[in-house]
């Protein structure tokens, strides 16, 4: 024995390589078939999947210029880096951008600005920027709410994010006077740091869950009584990644916190059916959103991605002839966000944000009821002139999902899907979530959130105005092809916004059913 070891001691170390390769190339020759490269080419075949692993990241750093990746790109990136970081997020020598490009977006200057008085709120605090409209205040709820930011976190489950995420999530928001938006994975601990919160179910009912499957009042009803940061409740019909799509949460990823919070058994599969069990038609909708506001007293709402327009009509028609409806409709667009799906889904099921929210818009325009609800875009709209035109089209508040994953350290490594985010962002493994520094990151997502209403509302003052809710289809122009070359978004879409009612900065301010910090101070 003591002979056999010194004769392997004696090897070099490069012959010990050589041995390695060569039972690689005996491997990849004899015993298996299934990669042809690496059969035909063996040993070196394999450099051709190594490389092909890592050709995101060698684009993303060394080939893609500034402005040509998706879904964000480098300059957009960079803007959220050094927006959360209170960072220089100036650009010099003018924009790269091609300003003639289809689809580039102006904002229209006012040829003097608004001028914020010194006694204005916004003298003080140049980050106050509430919604303009009261959640549940025309269908007279028990407990309105106006959100304390017309910027706030979109639904991300805690299961899909990591426990950290979500935490520095939470804190963020509630030092930003936002809200934040649970996700279908329901409630968790984590969602619980001082943020308000709107909580948000799909057809799994997770959270709200009968042992069978199906939706609970009574477990509803002592969710909202025991946390009262639970401002909201959001009803999903489907979201922008996978419109109309279920989903299977496997046995082996249901952990006991997971099934405690999700109110299921552990190691057993989850279903999530495509459709949901507690209403098949929109008047059944519409009785099971006025329940849940009757036995809640929260307002209500629903979030879809938008495609054919036939029973949006039909509960529009309701709407009009009982008085009755959601108190808020969030429009997901077809681009897709931090759910995973099929790329046949992503790619292609669903309308783009732009074409799907101007297409319901008019349906509830056309009936003039847009006044009693508070529309939210969830799109790809985390940048000041991507609002200002969102806002112009009928927006009164935004959802950002993946825009948040970058204030608290996402490098947009597209791999949420497979619990190996580096960031430790969109993972369960615990080494990964480790990396997060949750009072830094949660500090972080406020600087974003704040650095977000200070630009948008320069942007709004540059353009004449107090609030963005003032902002027209006129206001912002659209580049639209060759032979027409420039448009109004009006122009474009085949409507104007109804006027949003809006006195000053100072009545919201004042407001006694305003979210968030400005809310507590107020009442200091």
Known sequence: MDQLISILQSISWWVWILIFLLIVALRDIFFQRSHTISHNFPVVGHLRYWLESIGPEMRQYFVANNREELPFNRIERGWIYASAKKENNYEGFGTDRDIYAHQHIFVKNQMMAYKVPDTHINATDKTFLPCAKVMG???????????????????????????????????????????????????????????????????????????????????????????????????????????????????????????????????????????????????????FIESIANETGLPVGIKGAIGKLEQWEELADLMEKTGKGPDFITVDGGEGGTGAAPPSFADHVSLPWVYGFSSLYKVFLKRKLTERIVFIGSGKLGFPAKAAMAFAMGVDCI?????????????????????????????????????????????????????????????????????????????IQLNVDDDDLNRSLASSYGYNKAKVPFESMQNLYDCIHLGGKHCENSKE
């Open 137 to 287: 205040a025309y269908n007279g709820r028990r407990k309105p709410f106006r959100p304390g930011s017309i910027i706030n976190v979109s639904a991300m489950s805690f299961g899909s994010l990591s426990a950290a995420a979500v935490e520095a999530m939470n804190k963020g928001v509630a030092k930003a006077g936002a809200y934040h938006n649970t996700g279908e994975g329901g409630l968790s601990n984590y969602h619980k740091q001082g943020g308000d919160v709107i909580f948000h179910f799909g057809t799994g009912y997770f959270g709200v869950r009968t042992p069978d499957g199906n939706f609970s009042m009574e477990k509803m009803k002592k969710l909202v009584d025991e946390n009262p940061t639970i401002k909201a409740i959001e009803i999903k019909l489907s979201q922008g990644a996978k419109p109309g799509k279920g989903g299977v949460l496997p046995g082996a990823k249901i952990t006991p916190e997971l099934a405690e919070i999700r109110g299921v058994e552990v190691g057993k599969d989850v279903i999530s059916p495509a459709t949901h069990k507690a209403f098949n038609t929109v008047p059944e909708l519409l009785e």
């Open 399 to 475: 959802n950002v999902a993946r825009e948040a994953m970058m204030s608290i350290g996402c490098i947009q490594a597209q791999v949420c899907h497979t619990n190996r985010c580096p960031a430790g962002v969109a993972t369960q493994n615990k080494w990964l979530q480790k990396g997060i520094d949750i009072p830094l990151k949660s500090d972080r997502l406020a600087q974003y959130f704040m650095t977000f209403r200070k630009e948008f509302l320069e942007i709004t003052h540059a353009s004449g105005y107090e609030h963005p809710c003032q902002y027209t289809m006129d206001d």
